[in-house]
């Protein structure tokens, strides 16, 4: 039977959202496989999750440590070193810990390695199908992992359909006393927050980008809710910075910053070639225009002829809502 | 009594000579001056080499109306007439000084030649000269000193104010002109006095003013007025000397020489280095100015002999949207620098990195190589291969702005600033509509008498396709046997060129030189007055280009196309003149004549028209680059077609278009507006 | 300090409009065009910028065939002083783990207090600096954005982070980091700068001189392999939603949530 251990990240008491993506993930995989969630830190906030995991995970693995407070993508490396078997799949997501992580751990755990699946084709034998984008997601390709030593493969949050968070009645195990000794070359210091203002268009996965269609500077606000709603940020086309409405460092396009999204949503934007000479890496582009012939909408995946101005707003009250 | 001692005769208290204190003046003067100029040559002879000894009989015409003519100056109308009226003062009077500096120790000397007729005419003119300079002085002072113009002010940034220097200078020149005058009043005076001999004197000059003044006055008075005007005169003339070369106005000495080995060629940007030929630029070590000595002489006299007019900065589009450029202080900051690191006395310093010194490199790369500048200024200062000089350097050194990296790369790769696949080079001839009515010929394949030039832009932009389908129904309705060169067709490289890649922009001059000797037209014709202006200046061995403007033109006049009477008699049409037609190549008149040609059809002029035409922000390169700005040159640019009357602002450029149709969104102005290209209109009214 | 650092020759994104091939199982590479990867880029400037205040010396390695050579003139023309092209053809079709190995085998000829690689390249799997580190014993960090260095043992690093947060770690050398993108303003490098070092020698290194068991390399040692390539149907123009507002926003967010939008 195939086991697969999913490792989850959490923050603040909180499990982060890819806890619910793993078991979709895991019936792709195999829908005989064992599912089993593994979290590392220390202290309460550590058994709230693992308590919190046993309504989604009928198995969870904790490990407790001090030196595991924070995420420390060496030592959790270690950790799972020592607890995991050696031929078992392991999940991590693909963002910035799981790519600390994830490589370094199939070396140590001689397994197989697959980084940013976007989706599961089954197993075949001791090979597994997966799907996977490569050159900024132009284009995607079906590889194969021989998982006969087991896997470590990081999956992409957010492409695989959430489950509702049940009623599992899982057990909590802590391994903790497996893990041997934790020495680090690497220390974590300290987290230096990003400036207020100072965001980074480029590292957002979704952005809610506003043309001229905005008319007006204080409308900027509802995009902003939007944005907000929908985990994004407001990015601009380039009348916008010349109005002086939003800073020269949101401004897609030639002329401005380069963004390879996964969700660009044009709001009021007609898609001039400079602007789209910005937008790389092949998102999903929404397109919301009062004007049917804008040429945002050859471009966009999703086209939809309203003014902006009414429709953001009822689409963050229909966002929220849910 | 005798008649009034001269200075070569005096004595002071009586035992001392003054043609002693007359020689020793002159001496002193003269070798002091000798001793600034050898210092001030120093560096001109560290510079790099310029070749600007050929064409002469060009450089004597360009002397006589640009120097000596003054053409410029008028574009200026107070300061331009005031400048007139000093300079040729100037000149009238520099024959009278000559002779003064050797009346001081023999009496009475005359020119050669200047004793009979001459000499009256001459003297007649001179005393209204002085007389003039003085009242242009004046005038000139109080407009510097109290009316303060704004284009003389200093930005902080800059340094610091130069109104004290200037007010000064009109000073000295002032007292040239009255100790001249009351040299010669006070002996006039004296000798009508004693003998009752009136001499003729022109009326209402200096002189006769000074004449009649002093006609009460006592003998031993005009006697001592006589030698201390002669000696204020000769010293100052002395003292001016010298003072020229330590500022803003070296231009009085090396204004004629910087005319006369001014640039002849519009369009054309110098080579890497003079002498150097494209295949032996891999060995050179350094490519560029980087450092001081790095510039050409000629670029060094460039420096010296800016007068601070500030009129390169007025016109300057960069200036005026609050880019961090002003050409003036690119030219007053290094003059500033090689007094610095050449002082009159001392060691000489060593030159650091110009962009790292005195520059920065957003100021060098904030120019659009418009040329508004260079039209302006009145002592032929270059300023575009400075800034191209410069560029070549900073590109040499990696300093390159992430934001021009990305089309760099692209160009180097693909030919094109978009990362465009080549084989989609003119798929804008696959638009159903236009495939139906027009077929375009690859000359890779077929054989034609013209080549369209289409360039990246319009070939890739999809909005500006529309331009090259425009061109392509002008040129086969005008009866033109025309073909393009699809695929390998690169980038023209008029910006590369200008943006300092040097390498990149041999490579796809090498490229296209070799498609189009390739395909055996017999000439070329392009809509792009970037292309238009590299195929004609910068490529050599070409087939005669021409622009679109230029055929349709011809082609009425020749009467192979007609033309409908205008679709939209009630809007009021203004024609933008894009720099790399107007200013660089003097293609003023065809698309006005082509417009003009549209009957019914209204027309107006912007104030800053023709080659004083005001840059839309930019092309080629220049769309990638991100620059600090208070707001676009765009939309300056669609403001004065409004304050024209105009609500069509036309076109002849595709990245005029793009500019001013997006400063027509950034100003507010959509439905009020509109921009379109020479193309679309003629297109529009095709018989 | 000596830094290494490992660079690879890819498609560029920028400059290519990727299409499968008439059998719709590999990308046309006919009309491709390749460069250094971009983060690379980063990662050599870097590795310059450090060597020019601390002194040292910067080598580029890269593991590919004889066209990968321009990506290490081009880093050199950037101004990394030495540079190897790991070249056999034992080593096609390796995986990441493969490519690791090889590097691995390099750097182990020499003495290296800094190993840089690009946070990730044409496959977007971010995964070879990870393993080498793993390889080597070596501490790891990924995504890096700042490099501070503290003494001749110890480094300060800085990781971009979720958020455009910044986690600060203190890092001991001999260390492997990868670079991202915005940790510095790479140099510009013309046709004229790789020029300059075309006749500077490039030595080239196989599975013999690296002393590699050929089985355990390329396809024959691969545990991941791509099968073929695919790009799914999208269709032409934008599938326009109509109907009222309310319909239209639930499909909108219907499909949002496909695409990881919500």
Avoid at chain 1, 262 to 281: D, E, N, R, T
Avoid at chain 2, 480 to 499: A, H, M, W, Y
Avoid at chain 3, 62 to 86: F, I, K, Q
Avoid at chain 3, 219 to 236: C, H, I, M, S
Wanted: a negative charge; proline letters at 4%; charged letters at 25%.
């Amino acid at each position: 039977m195939t086991q697969v251990f999913a490792y989850i990240p959490f923050k603040n008491g909180s499990a982060e959202d890819v806890a619910l993506e793993y078991p979709e993930a895991v019936k792709k995989i195999d829908p005989a496989a064992s599912l089993t969630a593994v979290v590392t830190g220390s202290g309460a906030d550590l058994d709230a999750v693992a308590q919190d995991l046993t309504n989604t995970y009928k198995e969870v693995i904790k490990i407790s440590h001090a030196d595991l407070a924070y995420p420390n993508a060496e030592l959790v490396r270690k950790a799972l070193q020592d607890v995991l078997p050696k031929d078992a799949i392991v999940l991590v997501p693909h963002d910035t810990f799981g790519m600390d992580l994830a490589p370094g751990l199939s070396v140590k755990m001689d397994a197989a390695y697959a980084a940013d699946i976007v989706d599961f084709e089954g197993i075949d034998g001791t090979s597994l199908k997966l799907i996977r984008q490569e050159l900024g997601g132009a284009v995607y390709t079906h590889v194969t992992a021989d998982i006969s030593s087991g896997a470590v493969i990081t999956i992409r949050p957010g492409s695989f359909a959430p489950t509702e968070a049940g009623s599992a009645g899982g057990k909590v195990t802590d391994k903790s006393g497996e893990v041997k000794e934790l020495p680090a070359k690497r220390k974590f210091l300290e987290i230096v927050e990003a400036e207020v203002g100072d965001v980074d268009i480029t590292k957002s996965d979704v952005l809610v980008s506003i043309g001229r269609g905005i008319e007006e500077q204080e409308n900027i606000e509802i995009a902003q809710e939007l944005a907000e709603a929908m985990g994004a940020v407001v990015s601009c086309s380039r009348p916008i910075v010349d109005a002086k409405w939003l800073e020269k460092s949101r401004q897609v396009g030639t002329s401005g910053q380069t963004v390879k999204p996964k969700v660009y949503m044009a709001m009021g934007i007609s898609g001039s070639f400079q602007h789209l000479g910005g937008v790389k890496g092949n998102p999903f582009i929404v397109a919301v225009n009062k004007n049917p012939k804008a040429p945002i909408f050859q471009v966009a995946d999703v086209g939809i002829v309203e003014d902006i101005l009414e429709f953001m707003p009822e689409l963050t009250e229909a966002i929220k809502s849910q | 009594m005798s008649s009034i001692i001269g200075p070569a005769s005096y004595s002071f208290f009586g035992v001392f000579p003054a043609s002693v204190l007359s020689f020793i003046l002159p001496v002193v003067g003269v070798g002091l001056f000798a001793y600034i100029m050898a210092r001030r040559l120093a560096p001109l002879v560290r510079a790099a080499p310029d070749y600007r000894l050929d064409h002469i009989g060009r450089r004597i015409q360009k002397l006589i109306v640009i120097w000596l003519g003054q053409v410029k100056q008028p574009r200026y109308m107070l300061a331009g007439v005031l400048h007139i009226v000093i300079f040729f003062g100037f000149l009238i009077l520099s024959i009278r000084s000559v002779s003064l500096v050797i009346i001081g120790f023999s009496d009475g000397f005359v020119l050669p030649g200047f004793g009979g007729l001459l000499g009256d005419v001459y003297n007649f003119l001179k005393d209204y000269a002085a007389t003039f300079v003085l009242i242009a002085c004046i005038i000139a002072g109080v407009r510097r000193g109290v009316f303060k113009p704004a284009r003389y002010a200093v930005p902080e940034k800059y340094g610091k104010d130069h109104t004290a220097e200037a007010v000064f200078v009109l000073g000295i020149i002032a007292t040239l002109m009255i100790s001249e005058s009351l040299f010669e009043a006070s002996e006039l005076a004296y000798a009508l006095q004693q003998t009752g001999e009136a001499h003729f004197v022109a009326p209402f000059t200096l002189v006769w003013i000074f004449k009649l003044l002093l006609s009460g006055a006592s003998f031993e008075f005009l006697q001592g007025l006589h030698i201390f005007s002669y000696f204020l005169h000769d010293v100052t003339f002395f003292f001016f000397l010298c003072f020229l070369p330590l500022g803003k106005h070296f231009h009085v000495i090396t204004s004629i020489f910087n005319v006369f080995f001014m640039r002849l060629d519009k369009g054309k940007i110098k080579p890497v280095r003079h002498g150097i030929t494209a295949e032996q630029l891999d060995d050179l070590e350094s490519f560029g100015v980087k450092k001081l000595e790095d510039f050409t002489w000629k670029h060094m006299l460039d420096f010296y002999s800016c007068a601070d007019c500030g009129r390169c900065s007025d016109h300057c589009p960069a200036n005026a949207v609050g880019r961090p450029l002003s050409p003036r202080f690119i030219s007053i900051k290094a003059r500033d620098l090689m007094f610095k690191n050449y002082p009159l006395s001392g060691e000489i310093y060593k030159s650091k990195l110009l962009v790292e010194d005195i520059y920065t490199e957003d100021e060098i790369w904030s120019c659009t190589t418009c040329g508004a500048c260079e039209e302006e200024c009145p002592l032929a200062i270059e300023y575009i291969d400075k800034m191209v000089d410069l560029r070549r350097g900073m590109v040499d050194e990696g300093m390159v702005p992430q934001s021009l990296q990305k089309p760099l790369k692209a160009l180097e790769k693909r030919g094109n600033p978009y990362g465009k696949m080549e084989k989609k080079r003119a798929d804008w001839a696959l638009d159903k509509e236009f495939a139906a009515a027009c077929t375009i010929k690859d000359l890779a394949k077929d054989k034609a008498d013209t080549l369209y030039f289409v360039d990246s832009i319009t070939s890739y932009d999809d909005n500006l396709q529309e331009i090259a389908r425009h061109t392509a129904v002008i040129l086969q309705r005008a009866g033109v046997d025309f073909g393009i060169l699809g695929k390998d067709e690169k980038d023209s490289g008029n910006e590369v060129l200008r943006f300092g890649e040097e390498m990149l922009y041999q490579d796809l001059k090498e490229q296209n030189t070799q498609a189009i000797l390739a395909s055996g037209v017999k000439q070329i014709v392009t809509a792009d007055p970037h292309a238009y202006n590299a195929l004609k200046n910068d490529y050599t061995g070409m087939p005669p280009v021409r622009h679109i403007s230029q055929v349709v033109a011809q082609k009425i006049t020749s009467g192979a196309l007609a033309l409908k009477p205008c679709l939209d008699p009630d809007k009021v049409y203004v024609y933008h003149d894009p720099c790399y037609l107007g200013r660089h190549n003097g293609v003023y008149e065809d698309p006005r004549q082509a417009l003009d040609a549209i009957d019914g059809l209204t027309r107006v002029e912007m104030q800053k028209s023709r080659d004083r035409s005001f840059c839309c922000g930019g092309g080629g390169l220049m769309l990638f680059y991100e620059p600090e700005e208070e707001t676009r040159m765009g939309v300056l640019r669609v403001n004065m077609a409004a304050e024209a009357g105009a609500n069509v602002i036309v076109t002849a450029c595709p990245f005029c278009l793009v500019n001013i149709q997006d400063a027509i969104k950034v100003a507010g102005k959509e439905g009020e507006m509109e921009a379109m290209d020479f193309t679309q209109l003629i297109a529009r009214h095709l018989r | 300090m000596e830094i290494l650092v490992c660079v690879k020759r890819v498609p560029d994104t920028a400059e290519n409009e990727f299409e499968l091939n008439s059998a719709g199982n590999d990308l046309d590479r006919d009309d491709l065009v390749y460069s250094v990867n971009e983060w690379d880029n980063y990662a050599v400037e870097e590795a310059i910028q450090i060597v020019d205040n601390a002194g040292g010396s910067v080598t580029v390695i890269t593991v590919g065939d004889d066209e990968s050579e321009e990506v290490l003139r081009r880093e050199m023309a950037m101004g990394a002083n030495n540079g190897v092209l790991l070249s056999d053809d034992a080593f096609d079709g390796s995986d990441g783990k493969g490519i690791a190995a090889i590097l691995k085998a390099q750097i182990e000829k020499g003495k290296y207090d800094l190993i840089l690689t690009g946070a990730q390249a044409d496959e977007g799997a971010g995964q070879v600096g990870g393993m080498l580190a793993a390889m080597l014993d070596y501490p790891y960090a990924s995504l890096v954005n700042k490099i501070e260095i503290v003494d001749d043992t110890t480094i300060k690093v800085g990781r971009e982070i979720e958020g455009g947060n910044q986690e600060m770690n203190e890092i001991q050398l001999p260390c492997v980091l990868s670079i991202q993108t915005g940790i510095n303003e790479p140099r510009y490098v013309g046709i004229r700068g790789i020029r300059k070092v075309a006749s500077v020698d490039i030595p080239v290194n196989g599975a013999g001189d690296l002393g590699i068991d050929a089985a355990t390399v390329g396809a024959a040692g691969a545990k991941t392999k791509r099968v073929d390539y695919f790009v799914p149907d999208l269709g032409d123009g934008a599938e326009m939603l109509e109907g009222s507002t309310d319909e239209i926003i639930e499909k909108l967010i219907e499909r949002l949530k496909a695409k990881g939008g919500l």
